[in-house]
């Protein structure tokens, strides 16, 4: 059973910028969850969707936004990117179509540099 | 008060050792917790995974969760070098958010 695709794995942006990031889930997963991973702010939530709708939303600018197709696959994009936008980010999926018991699958991550 | 706060790192033990990870949790509403390992270059991958107070045990690994305390743990026995990585605990409450620890670091000396 294929794993949660992330692409692209590295990307460069410079300030000022948008980006735009895919994931595909695990076949048969509905929901779809994308977190932020820094070095100084470990991983944080960003958003999760669950049958093309957002059910979850953390505390990022709106500048940080996504959606899911009807696929599951999901995409996030991110606009007027600034150097703090430089992260790891990774798509996580999960199986579970209700409350999200937190037994996720992640991907490998796109690695954003902004310049 | 952060919500989750996990062990500083980073941690290096000797092959063999036994190694205990700890986290804090402030939000009585979390009810599931889950312990991640994530190797370098890769995603974090599901290695534990509770929702009640008391012990889990797997091979090597046992969780254990003290909801009374607000307190989770992961012990790691006879440890391997392969078991080098960052380890981050997780939790969620009734929502779909997952909350991390920063995460701490070992390294296991062969």
């Known amino acids: 059973k294929a794993g949660v695709t992330q692409t692209p794995r590295y990307l460069i942006k410079t300030r000022g910028q948008q980006v735009t990031l895919s994931c595909s889930p695990i076949?048969?997963?509905?929901?779809v969850s994308w977190y932020q991973q820094t070095p100084g702010q470990g991983l944080q939530f960003l958003f999760e969707?669950?049958?093309?709708?957002?059910?979850n939303k953390g505390n990022f600018p709106g500048r940080f936004s996504g959606r899911q197709f009807s696929n599951s696959r999901s995409e996030m994009n991110v606009s007027t990117l600034e150097l703090g936008d430089s992260a790891l980010y990774l798509c996580?999926?999960?199986?579970?179509?209700?409350?999200?018991?937190?037994?996720?699958?992640f991907g490998e991550g796109s690695r954003l540099t902004v310049l | 008060q952060k919500e989750v706060e996990q062990d500083p790192g980073p941690l290096s033990v000797p092959e063999g050792a036994i190694v205990s990870l700890n986290c804090t949790y402030s939000?009585?509403?979390?009810?599931?917790f889950m312990w991640y390992r994530q190797y370098s270059r890769k995603g974090p991958e599901l290695l534990m995974y509770?929702?009640?107070?008391g012990n889990k045990e797997d091979g090597r690994f046992t969780a254990q969760v003290d909801k009374s305390s607000k307190y989770i743990s992961l012990f790691i026995r006879d440890s391997q070098p392969s078991d080098s990585a960052t380890y981050l605990c997780?939790?969620?409450?009734?929502?779909?958010?997952?909350?991390f620890g920063k995460g701490i670091t070992l390294s296991v000396r062969p």
């Open positions: 996580a999926s999960s199986g579970t179509s209700g409350i999200n018991t937190g037994e996720l699958f």
């Open positions: 076949s048969g997963h509905r929901s």
């Open positions: 969707y669950f049958s093309e709708t957002q059910r």
């Open positions: 939000n009585s509403a979390f009810q599931y």
């Open positions: 509770t929702y009640s107070s």
């Open positions: 997780a939790m969620a409450g009734a929502n779909s958010k997952l909350t």
